[in-house]
């Protein structure tokens, strides 16, 4: 599975991003997907998560309400609309893909920067 994530950028608080991330997998459809960040000197961190058929989704708290994952499996294609952001959620972020029988996140896309000014 390989995962390549966009539409990171330079946005003033309080702005909105998309951010995609493109799969390559034929089983798209049966992964949880996630995104992550991480900040400059700290660890990656879960933001949402996505999953197979039910759709169901968690959030961390810092983004609930302001964050929405969601998914296209016919582009096999997630996205993360974020809203209403703030500087703390500067980072890089990441996709990542839990594909069926795995403990844990295996499938890990380049990242995508998005800076939140002030």
């Known amino acids: 599975v390989q995962l390549q994530a966009s539409g990171g950028g330079m946005v003033q608080a309080g702005g909105s991003l998309r951010l995609a991330c493109a799969s390559s997998?034929?089983?798209?459809?049966?992964?949880?997907m996630g995104w992550f960040r991480q900040a400059p000197g700290q660890e990656r961190e879960f933001v949402a998560s996505?999953?197979?058929?039910?759709?169901?989704?968690v959030y961390s708290e810092s983004v609930k309400g302001r964050f929405a994952i969601s998914r296209d499996n016919a582009k096999k294609t997630v996205f993360l609309q974020m809203s209403s952001l703030k500087p703390e959620d500067t980072a890089v972020y990441y996709c990542a893909a839990k594909v069926p029988g795995a403990d844990d996140y295996g499938n890990w896309g380049q990242g995508t920067l998005v800076t939140v000014s002030s």
């Open positions: 997998g034929r089983t798209f459809g049966s992964n949880v």
């Open positions: 996505i999953g197979r058929s039910t759709y169901a989704t």
